[in-house]
């Protein structure tokens, strides 16, 4: 709520006025002359909050149409009081109330603390900057991608601000880096800064060599940049299932898969500091994904998940992936179990074949196959070396990709050539 100093307005504006021969016209013009000036704050505010609720409104009902209507969205059917069958997404956790004015004395009252704001991501948002803290309109225009199964905490700048919740993620993290070699940082950016740094400090405490990868969504390498150097973050997440084409995924494995063939090398042990290109966690399919088969082909998964291994960087995968399986698999709604190993054999999709992408992986890197170059033959096909600078070997890998369900481009034709000698082919593959 505002309200108005009235002494400093009384100094701004009890002041003589030309032209004006009594007290009380004097009086009367400082009197116009302040309302004037508060018309015309409140008009601004006024246009302020009806602009944020106009967008708010539109973001409701945008949400609600790829919530229920939209063909790319879940088409969710039912629609009731439940929260998992709200029209909207929901934003807020509290105290299940029966009317609307229950909840808004809930909220202006001291049992408001116990309402609790989802978590999610805002679109083109300044990854820095906490969407939940004061000043922030995220949640009032309905900017924000809402998970309802998270909520923000509140940690403040310090641990003073918050003992419990500093001591017990504190715990929760020491724990897990005591049991896992590595950790993985889900929407890094967010967690504030100085949290997440605390956080892997301790950590390290216990587990010097611990991996770090991390999902980020900055739509900015030098802010992805910020994040890495302050959390010493080992690898950030790439998802190959971002690529539209053939094209742009063998452009992602030239930028994240090792130096380009032919690279100028510091021959000394103590090369000086350049920039470079964050280390990355290539993943052909990650939990956030829809199947390959519901967004380009089933006969794709191989070839795609192939050039992926052709990338001299750590590469993954998701369960599901080898399997073919052809739906979306929810990390929240889905409560299926997975087929058992002993389930499954070498017949069942493609598990044989990503046996030996990971073997021929594992193998380029061991072996010094550092620098790699892609070549776009056509927009379906794409021919992807691995080069070894010690010993001038190569690996090549031709992929027939089919991101087009019924619109393969014609291969015929096409010719690679390759200097020196040819050995052996190491492996080929097709879908049938």
Same mark, same amino acid.
């Given at each position: 709520m505002s309200s108005v100093d009235l002494d400093m307005a009384l100094k701004r504006y009890n002041k003589p006025r030309e032209n004006i021969n009594t007290e009380d016209e004097r009086q009367a013009a400082c009197v116009a002359e302040f309302r004037q000036d508060l018309i015309c704050l409140v008009s601004g505010k006024h246009a302020a909050v009806?602009? /944020? &609720?106009?967008?708010?409104?539109?973001?409701?009902?945008?949400?609600?149409?790829?919530?229920? @209507? =939209?063909? &790319?969205?879940?088409?969710?059917?039912? @629609?009731?009081?439940?929260?998992?069958?709200?029209?909207?997404?929901?934003?807020?956790?509290?105290? /299940?109330?029966?009317?609307?004015e229950e909840e808004m004395l809930l909220a202006h009252s001291p049992g408001g603390a116990l309402c609790m704001a989802h978590n999610g991501w805002v679109m083109a948002d300044d990854p820095l900057r906490n969407f939940a803290l004061p000043g922030s309109n995220v949640y009032l225009r309905r900017e924000l991608v809402a998970w309802g199964d998270s909520v923000k905490l509140r940690y403040g700048d310090k641990p003073e601000d918050s003992p419990f919740l500093w001591a017990y993620m504190t715990e929760y993290v020491v724990q897990t880096a005591r049991i896992f070699a590595g950790l993985r940082l889900d929407n890094c950016h967010s967690t504030p800064l100085h @949290?997440?740094?605390?956080?892997? =400090?301790?950590?390290?405490?216990?587990?010097? =060599? &611990?991996?770090?990868?991390?999902? &980020?969504?900055?739509?900015?390498?030098?802010?992805d940049n910020v994040f890495v150097n302050n959390l010493g973050i080992s690898s950030l997440i790439r998802e190959g299932m971002a690529a539209w084409d053939s094209h742009e995924l063998g452009r992602m494995v030239y930028k994240y898969g090792g130096a380009p063939v032919g690279s100028f090398k510091w021959t000394s042990s103590t090369a000086e500091l350049s920039?470079?290109?964050?280390?990355?966690?290539?993943?052909?399919?990650?939990?956030d994904n829809p199947s390959p088969v519901e967004k380009k082909t089933v006969q794709d998964m191989l070839p795609s998940a192939a050039l992926v291994s052709m990338a001299a960087c750590a590469v993954g995968s998701n369960r599901g992936y080898d399997e073919l399986v052809p739906h979306h698999i929810h990390v929240v709604s889905e409560d299926r179990p997975y087929a058992g190993w002993s389930c499954l054999g070498d017949s069942t999709g493609m598990v044989v074949a990503r046996r030996e992408l990971s073997r021929l992986h594992q193998r380029l890197a061991s072996e010094g196959f550092s620098e790699v170059f892609v070549d776009q033959m056509n927009r379906d096909v794409v021919a992807i070396t691995r080069h070894c600078p010690t010993n001038r070997r190569s690996v090549i890998m031709v992929a027939f990709t089919h991101f087009f369900p019924g619109n393969v481009m014609e291969a015929t034709g096409l010719k690679l050539e390759v200097e020196g000698r040819l050995l052996k082919v190491l492996l080929q593959g097709k879908m049938v």
């Open positions: 009806m602009t /944020h &609720l106009l967008q708010g409104v539109e973001n409701a009902a945008a949400g609600a149409a790829y919530q229920h @209507v =939209d063909p &790319l969205g879940p088409r969710q059917t039912a @629609v009731s009081g439940r929260e998992d069958q709200e029209l909207v997404a929901p934003y807020f956790t509290c105290p /299940h109330l029966s009317t609307l @949290v997440a740094s605390y956080m892997l =400090d301790k950590a390290r405490q216990v587990r010097p =060599d &611990l991996y770090v990868s991390a999902e &980020l969504f900055t739509g900015s390498e030098a802010k920039p470079g290109t964050a280390h990355a966690l290539f993943m052909d399919w990650t939990h």
